[in-house]
């Protein structure tokens, strides 16, 4: 017998019928003799629904209350789960996150979990019940209701299983686990049944959106063995392990990318102490988020060139900041290029191989993808590329690195 | 400066508007210096939206779980109504029965309020806030959360009305009032300024859904001043009040009538001992309410008639039982009438006033409507006669009595 903590999302409930099926799927692994705990999302549109209402009343709604009205998602999917599940015979009690005392601090909106009080839950395990939590919410010490930011019932399945110190942590999306590559580029990419928590986090924050990297974060912290699987196909899914060496014995664990980025360049600036600080100073101020920095030697003397990547949202933002100080900055000109990409290599292997790097860039050079910037960390390699070769990039290494399904 | 309670029903709160109009006029009541709860149903039409998705799932939907669900509702419209306060620089703070621990028993979805913390919400009031409450709902002694049943939220406001020694109750419909009779059967009538709680009780019980019976008994046990206005058109309402006789100087304060009456007879049964006992019994065992009973010497030497009236909707249930045990009841014969209407006089001055029976009596005969039953209490006279006849009786007696407009 395991104690399972099972987290649905927003899709996995989002009518009658699919939590009628989420209440099957409960009660096999109840009938199998497992203790289930049951993590919720609201159903799918219900946050945006909530939202729509609150912001026709107040643009920027109370922080405060605007937690006491999206709380109220998922509080109707755990009485209507727990009602499934006693259609079935199969005993179970919803509570919401203030019910089961999850603590967090008071940062309404995007709170964080400081608490979790396991003993009303492993009571009504230990009489038989499938407990059904609300996810994604919490109460401060005052008594009030917060949320945790969107996807955080992740996040709230993850500290529920640590506090119940759970076997596992489940993590059931509307994907049948964590994949090599996007399979929308590469059809060939193949379901993982493992990756390290290091990986894992480098995947999921280069836009393989399958978790909440906080819930990675977080999971990784109390190490609870997390699971990410299917709540439409039955399989394995991907179990995200805390072995410190790649178990699949790959140098590589997949390819993530990123098509959202946007790079900008200032030509000629004098190179002297602190022209990295005036330029980024004041795109940090506009909020910009950058993410690749290069600076290198100019073409004319005592001079030098800057270039980074923002998202591409901010890229028209960005472009008027350089613009409106080039001249303050005596920089001879400012380039700007929104069609650019970034693909990534991630893979604890790499720790122990050598050369990888090279043989990223050769295969690379081999299909005539010019590489514009490159950045590295102790188990990814990214590079950025022109936008148009970003499917040929995937693939390329996809099959140089034999990540391809047999 | 007085401390008022204000409670908006579903149609009041029904939109995005309508949220905007209460917290316009909330916003009033604390410019002219009141401190003031506000005391919120769910929207309309959401209460029934989440049944509607229960019982897709359950039937008889478990009620524990039926309590968290529809406890959702007005947790959504007290978050938009304090965005909205919030908005026009009128600081509030919502709670749920929960968080202002309003404590019932755990009887879900019929629970009884057993007490209510005022401390926090007096807290808030002395801090210059509107507080804004979930009505309908409570939390049990073990942390659940309960529900007070269809029209619960008037019984919130007067009970949270009577734990702050509120110096008034107010209640927001959709009509302005409390009025002498249904305005659609006689356009004369007229809305009282004031009624008696005894009277107010004799009325809403016979028809007359202005309140929720269950608050005004409550108001009257704590001695809670109760006004129902309208949340749509500005002004006095009808206050009901304590004073043991009519304010207004009048006999009679309305006229209050009901068209689901159903009418059966048994004939020629032997008068002995418990008959009666004999006939009702089988009726209440099939949960069958019985209004008016009356007993009558028989046609026949040594036997009696029994008549009594049901709703309408259980005409054909009770008759049907009737004729089963007709036989064994040694009865002639059964007879029932299901085109049948009460009308009944209220008013407290029926005390101090002799001869109201008969006037009532007296005008019905002069208009050629025949008295199948008559029941009197100490201030009220109800006659049952032809359904035909409702619209004429209503009328004469309102006229009769001089109760309609100037």
Known sequence: MALIVQKYGGTSVGSVERITAVAERVQRWVTLGHQVVVVLSAMSGETDRLLGLAKQIQPRPEPRELDVLLSTGEQVTIALLSMALAARECPARSYTGAQVQI???????????????????????DAGRVVVIAGF??????????????GGSDTSAVAIAAALKADECQIYTDVDGVYTTDPRVEPRARKLDRITFEEMLEMASLGSKVLQIRSVEFAGKYQVPLRVLSSFIDGEGTLITFEDESVEDAKIAGIAFSRDEAKLTVLGVPDQPGVAHQILGPIAAANIEVDMIIQNVGAQEATTDFTFTVHRNDYARALEILDAMAHTLGARQVLGDAKI????????????????????????????????MISTSEIKISVVIDEKYLELGVRTLHEAFGLAAD
Chains 1, 2 share one sequence.
């Open 341 to 372: 990409v970034k693909i990534s290599l991630v893979g604890v292997g790499m720790r122990s191989h050598a050369g990888i790097a090279s043989q990223m860039f050769g295969c690379l050079a081999k299909e005539g993808i010019n590489i514009r």
């Open 137 to 150: 919410q919490g109460i401060d010490e005052h008594g009030d209701i917060t949320t945790l930011g969107r």
């Open 103 to 125: 603590l967090t601090d008071s940062a309404h909106n995007k709170a964080r979990i400081r608490d979790i009080d396991g003993a009303r839950v492993q009571a009504d395990l």
